[in-house]
């Protein structure tokens, strides 16, 4: 079950509107809820019994989520983050004999989590992963496929897929490879060992480590709210498609966004606030 198309709508209305920083919204279903404060939207995997395992309606909930805000032009950054004092604990394994035992289911499966990773990887705003406590597995392709991560110093980190005889999926290899490297992705994907914040800060998992990552997402959130969205979501489009391998990036398209941008209304708003020594006030236009 997804969001109601009606509430979607009804909100998507009210983000757009002039008077938006006025606008606190929340949203939610499938143990999955949407939180909009302003230019800042939050998406909360909301599932704290389970140390928030993703269900296979999960996944294709919070794809809907980002694909949603992503549209939606009152939201200029979007964390991401775990109720309960955890982030995510990966796929919720208890389900797969019903929902990930056949080729066939596997493959819809994969695709399911593949769809949601790219989501999040290719939603026109920035994405940050605000991590406490557990980050496991497919909470680490959750987590990866944002733009930031910040976690606090006690959170835990492994991918247990050797453990499990699966192989993680091709979305997330990529990220982790672009993330830490060959030889770091190696250890990681072939011991399953854990390992905490200062490993995951030092190889480059995450960004930042910070006792309340809830707050220093929401500043850096800040930051990025007030620079210009066309520039931010061009400039995502292209290092993503990089981050990917030249296979993936299309020179056409980066040069289209590279036009776009420069004939935007930003654009000369952004010139005639650098002449008349002023910030600029961007729409996203």
């Known amino acids: 079950m997804y969001l109601e198309e009606t509430i979607l ?14 606008i606190s919204k929340s949203i939610g279903e499938e143990n999955v809820r949407v939180v909009v404060d302003g230019s800042i939207a939050e998406v909360i995997i909301d599932r704290p019994e389970r140390k928030n395992a993703v269900s296979l309606a999960m996944w294709r909930t919070i794809a809907r989520m980002f694909n949603d805000l992503g549209e ?11 109720a309960g004092g955890n982030f995510c604990v990966g796929a919720d394994i208890s389900e797969f ?52 991560r910040i976690c606090t110093p006690d959170a835990t980190f492994f991918i247990p897929v050797a453990r499990l005889g699966i ?72 290092l993503t498609d990089l981050s990917m391998g030249l296979g993936k990036l299309s020179e056409a398209h980066a040069l289209k966004l590279v036009e776009e941008a420069s004939q935007s209304a930003d654009h000369r708003e952004a010139r005639a606030a650098f002449l008349e020594k002023r910030q600029p006030v961007f729409k996203g236009r």
Do not use: W
Not at 9 to 22: L, S, V
Not at 183 to 206: C, M, N, P, W
Not at 210 to 227: H, T, V, Y
């Open 9 to 22: 709508r009804d909100d998507k209305m009210a983000f757009d509107r002039p008077d938006n920083n006025q």
């Open 72 to 82: 939606t032009a009152g939201v200029r950054v979007i964390i991401m983050r775990g």
């Open 97 to 148: 004999s019903k929902t990930r035992d056949t080729v066939p289911q596997v493959r819809d499966y994969d695709k399911a989590v593949d769809d949601c990773c790219d989501a999040i990887a290719e939603a026109p705003k920035p994405v940050i992963a605000a991590i406490e406590g557990y980050c496991i597995g497919g909470g680490c392709g959750l987590a990866m496929a944002c733009d930031f």
């Open 167 to 238: 192989v993680y999926g091709i979305r997330e290899i990529q990220n982790l490879l672009a993330l830490v490297g060959l030889s770091q992705a190696k250890r990681i994907l072939y011991t399953a060992e854990r390992f905490g914040a200062d490993r995951a800060h030092q190889i480059g998992l995450v960004d930042d480590v910070s006792s309340d990552p809830l707050e220093a997402a929401k500043q850096l959130a800040g930051i990025m709210a007030a620079n210009a969205p066309l520039t931010i979501a061009g400039t995502k489009s292209i």
